[in-house]
């Protein structure tokens, strides 16, 4: 079995994802995934940074 982590680019900005994705490494998860999407589903939500650039910071 492996466990996943994902990160909804809908709600939080690029350097919360990557603070996120870095703790759900250190705390043992095996996988990252994340939206894609280029805007949010809401707009009270004002986020959705594009997913490609963000994975490589």
């Not at 809908?10 to 994705?21: C, K, M, S, T």
């Not at 250190?26 to 939500?45: I, T, Y």
């Amino acid at each position: 079995m492996r466990f996943g982590y994902t990160l909804l680019t809908e709600q939080a900005g690029p350097r919360q994802l990557v603070a996120g994705a870095a703790a759900a490494e250190q705390a043992g998860f095996d996988f990252e995934v994340m939206s894609d999407h280029h805007s949010p589903w809401l707009d009270e939500q004002g986020h959705a940074p594009y997913a490609w650039s963000t994975w490589g910071r």
